[in-house]
């Protein structure tokens, strides 16, 4: 019998905004305080990191409190960043503006992660920073006082990127001014005004000046819209499904997952929107519905770059065919997705078509069980699931605790609004 999706539920909070709570409280003066904290393995490594560069950070279940001195201290160890990218690239933007010297290293994985992107620009800067192959950790930095304010264009549309360089601009000599080909997520820019910082957006340029002094906040997490993704899937594509996702973040700079699901023909609700700590939050009603193919490309893509597996489990279920391009960035993420997607759906028994920036996938009536591999990839382990409710045969999905990076609850709220 075919399950569908039935329930109320909140999802793990923002990573992005749980990670960049701690990254500026820690070098705000005063004391910082984050509510819903999402607790998963990648934010607790950017804790840790900043405990170890000498910042006093509380955790109470889902509350952290982050005593900032507006300093920091010389590590006595390498800065282990797990698997967290944000972590690390941020870190390297931050530190190019300390007059400390930090190794940052992670897991095997992240290690294997392109860090030239961050490297050149922030050399460019005056920053001083050696890297494995001039790419890859571990990569050691020797911060300076005062960096070189320049005019930058990004070759990718990244926030990680863009974010590591706004830091590093709070510490240069004068304006700093970045140009993104697309719009990337802007929660740095939206949580560092809100603590006095002088950054303007103007279309796709951001001109960042210097300041000394960063004031605390009072920071309540939404929940993250690209753990939603999941849920709001699996409640498409199941008949008779019913869905509530409570307090979800829905900045606009990061909907594009739902602005692609209703262009396939997703009922999905925004109710109850409001702005809390600057960002935009709303409830999502969402029924099933019958999907049809798009083509996802260009402007879009960096709206919904991390929710693009879970996108391709609703291209399975739609009817015709699904293109996305211009996501060649997928190819750097914790494996190579594009590649994983593709096995993916190999395994289903799914039609599709691999492109060095995307593929096509032609929707299915039904896919098959079997052993399907996440390759340790969170986002991969979690778009399985949902795809195992299209079958009437066993999953069995392999390294299901990566799942604990991003959403350590995944698994029981899937048994909780999976009905028979």
């Given amino acids: 019998m075919k399950k569908r999706i039935l329930g109320e539920i909140t999802v793990a909070p923002d990573k992005s905004i749980s990670h960049r709570g ?11 305080r984050i509510e819903n904290f999402l607790t998963g393995e990648d934010c607790i490594s950017t804790i840790n990191c900043f405990r ?65 992107r961050v490297i050149e620009p922030l050399s460019l800067m005056g920053a001083e920073i050696s890297a494995k192959d001039g790419n890859f950790c571990p990569l050691t930095i020797q911060g300076k006082n005062r960096l070189k304010a320049v005019s930058y264009t990004l070759p990718v549309a990244s926030a990680q990127l863009k974010s590591a360089l706004i830091l590093a601009g709070l510490h240069a000599d004068g304006a700093t001014v970045l140009r993104e080909p697309e719009l990337s997520r802007n929660h740095t820019e939206v949580m560092l005004r809100s603590m006095g910082a002088d950054i303007q957006s103007i279309g796709k340029e951001i001109r960042v000046n210097p300041i000394e002094t960063l004031s605390p906040l009072e920071l309540s997490v939404p ?65 099933s519905s019958e999907l049809h193919g798009i083509t996802i490309e260009g402007e879009i893509i960096p709206a919904l770059i991390d929710e693009i597996p879970i996108l391709a489990v609703a291209a399975a279920a739609a009817t015709g065919t699904t293109v996305v391009k211009d996501a060649r960035e997928l190819r750097v993420k914790e494996t190579d997705r594009i590649r994983a997607v593709c096995d993916m759906l190999t395994v289903a028994g799914v039609t599709f078509e691999e492109f060095e920036d995307g593929f096509s996938v032609t929707g299915a009536e039904t896919v098959k069980g079997g052993i399907y591999e996440s390759y340790g990839d969170h986002r991969m382990a979690m778009s399985e699931q949902i795809l195992s409710l299209l079958s009437e045969e066993e999953f069995q999905i392999k390294d299901k605790e990566c799942v604990n990076i991003s959403f350590p609850d995944f698994w029981g709220l899937f048994e909780q609004i999976t009905k028979e």
């Fill in 223 to 287: 929940g993250d819209i690209s753990s939603a993704a999941f849920f709001i899937v699996a409640a498409l594509i199941t008949k008779g499904s019913e869905l509530v996702i409570k307090n979800v973040g829905v900045n606009p700079t990061r909907t594009g997952i739902v602005t692609a699901l209703r262009k396939m023909g997703g009922n999905i609700k925004e109710e109850n929107k409001r702005i809390v700590c600057g960002e935009e939050v709303c409830d999502l009603y969402v029924t």
């Fill in 52 to 116: 170890s560069l000498g910042v006093n950070i509380e955790q109470k279940g889902n509350t952290v409190t982050v005593y900032g001195k507006g300093i920091l201290k010389q590590p006595e160890t390498v800065l282990n960043t797990g698997n967290s990218g944000t972590t690390t690239r941020l870190l390297c933007g931050l530190l190019s503006g300390y007059p400390i010297q930090t190794t940052l290293s992670g897991d095997d994985s992240l290690n294997k992660r392109p860090m030239k």
């Fill in 22 to 32: 701690v990254f500026f409280g820690s070098i705000a003066k005063g004391i910082t």
